[in-house]
């Protein structure tokens, strides 16, 4: 039997109807009415995740693990319920879907044992010293605790890994800090099963059930709402520039500001250099248009730039991309209003005289094609509109006239979520050249590989400088983003009855 939702919020154990509905817009199947979110609910949800903070923020790492593997198994036992509503709502092809639940179920069992093991802790001891002069120094030791409540935002282009279990929440959860999610209007249907796998983990581990909330969508006054709200702690969020500036604005200007980390997009340029170039145009040609068009080019890390030495060689790289691209069939995009988007995106370079066009195609409704533009460096630098990310499949190739005009373009850069460098080994000195740049200007620098796909793992960045991230110094994937809901706090001649557990273990 298909799943059918019941279009009500999660708030703390209950299942509540709001004073309106929304209709979900799916790429097919059946529409479904969903209870629009209410600044009422929000504040009913913060204020339980306040109340559950008190016993899950100073549970042992042993329980919250035990919860975060609950909510994976959970997650699986409605494995085709969820790939069935997923692909319905967002037009992503079973494969991907299916794909997905499994990164979801193991960022979560990952974190479980991440916090088993302690290290997130970070635990330091400085030892007294009663006989210093001039003056004794006092036993001091440094824990990570949790901040307290956290909000999340849904991600339109990952309807699990970013969204209900995501990223965020597995990191928030696994600190000790409860959740209020904003699901994300696009997929409600995906959320909402999701959070029934996460209240059934909670009613199994006997977590107190303020520990997380799904709020709907329907209306922009639900997330402004619940980032000004006093209880919320911290803020993880993945979306547009444009929505994750509006809310990092409200997170300033609060009357006790709290940290809003948003991942807001990227082009991540790739710098083709000359031997690599000459080596493999065509195959760097083609493995650039697979990963520009791999999900209709709706990944953040999408590569939307490649830089390249004018010549014979970028004119057989260009010539080879145009073939690649012009065989890729049209993909459904994630929602109506992520097509118009691009759209828009797409006619902002037809019109500009700085581009010249190579692949212009025609996309309608929810389809996308790729496309693809050429300009100078020159141009590019003088027009900023170029820089700016397209969300899909289209691409720029920049041609520059030497290396160092390479590298100029390359500090010209605003910050990304990647940057890449095409070398061979004949390449390395202008590698050595243009590494201390990318390294400044991006989370993670690759060499001769393609951005999209983030691997989680315990040395993955997935952040940038501004505007890749709102803070340079964290990242959304990987066992480091626990470490934007903790904060250090020292204790001083603290006697061993007093202190915390964790520095007993």
């Known amino acids: 039997m298909a799943f059918i939702p019941n279009g009500k919020h999660l708030v703390a154990g209950e299942w509540l109807a709001g004073n309106g509905t929304f209709s979900s817009a ?10 629009a979110g209410t600044v009422e609910l929000v504040n009913r949800a913060a204020e339980a995740a306040e109340e559950a903070f008190w016993s899950y923020g100073y549970s042992t790492a042993k329980e919250r693990a035990a919860f975060l593997r609950a909510i994976a198994d959970e997650i699986e036992a409605r494995a085709d319920d969820i790939t069935e509503i997923g692909t319905q709502e967002t037009g992503l092809p079973v494969a991907r879907l299916q794909g997905e639940r499994g990164r979801t179920t193991g960022q979560l069992r990952l974190f479980a044992d991440h916090i088993e093991k302690g290290d997130y802790l970070d635990r330091r001891f400085d030892a007294a010293l009663p006989e210093r002069q001039p003056a004794p120094r006092p036993e001091i030791r440094l824990l990570q605790r949790p901040v307290g409540p ?23 959860l696994a600190a000790g800090c409860p959740v209020v999610v904003k699901g994300h209007s696009a997929h409600p249907g995906t959320g909402e099963i999701v959070a029934q796998a996460i209240d059934a983990a909670i009613k199994k581990t006997g977590v107190h059930p303020g520990v997380f909330s799904l709020i709907q969508g329907g209306n922009r006054q639900v997330g402004e709402a619940l980032v000004q709200h006093p209880l919320i702690q911290a803020v993880g969020f993945t979306g547009s520039l444009a929505g994750g500036r509006a809310l990092f604005n409200l997170c300033a200007a ?12 990227s082009v991540n340029p790739m710098f083709l250099l000359p031997e690599a170039l000459k080596a493999r145009a065509e195959t760097l040609a083609e493995g650039w248009s697979g990963s520009l068009t791999m999900g209709a080019g709706q990944f953040c890390t999408n590569p939307g730039i490649a830089v390249v030495i004018d010549g014979a060689d970028a004119d057989r790289f260009t010539t080879a991309a145009v073939a690649a691209l012009g065989k890729a069939a049209p993909q459904t995009m994630l929602t109506d209003g992520i097509a118009k988007a691009y759209r828009d995106g797409k006619e902002r370079f037809t019109t500009r005289n700085a581009v010249k066009p190579l692949l212009v195609t025609d996309s309608s409704e929810r389809s996308a094609a790729p496309n693809l533009f050429e300009t100078t460096g020159e141009k590019f630098l003088a027009d900023h509109a170029l820089s700016e990310e397209v969300f899909g499949p289209l691409g720029l190739v920049v041609r520059v006239g030497s290396l160092d005009e390479m590298v100029g373009l390359a500090k010209g850069f605003e910050g990304q979520l990647t940057a890449t460098l095409h070398m061979d080994a004949a390449d390395l000195d202008a590698a050595r050249r243009l590494r201390p740049i ?11 590989g393609f951005p999209t796909g983030v691997e989680v793992v315990d040395s993955m960045v997935h952040g940038g400088p501004y505007p890749a991230s709102t803070n340079f110094g964290a990242t959304s994937v990987g066992t480091l983003s626990i470490r934007r809901f903790l904060r250090p706090v020292s204790y001083q001649n603290f006697p061993e009855g007093l202190l915390p557990e964790e ?3």
């Not at 609060?254 to 997009?265: N, S």
């Open 26 to 35: 799916p790429a097919h199947g059946p529409a479904h009415e969903f209870a």
């Open 150 to 172: 956290v909000a999340v935002f849904g991600a339109s282009n990952f309807p699990l890994a970013f969204s209900t279990a995501g990223g965020d929440t597995a990191a928030a």
């Open 254 to 265: 609060r009357p006790q500001p709290i940290p809003f980390f948003g991942e807001l997009g």
């Open 438 to 448: 990318l390294e400044r200007k991006a989370g993670r620098v690759l060499v001769n």
């Open 503 to 505: 520095f007993l273990r």
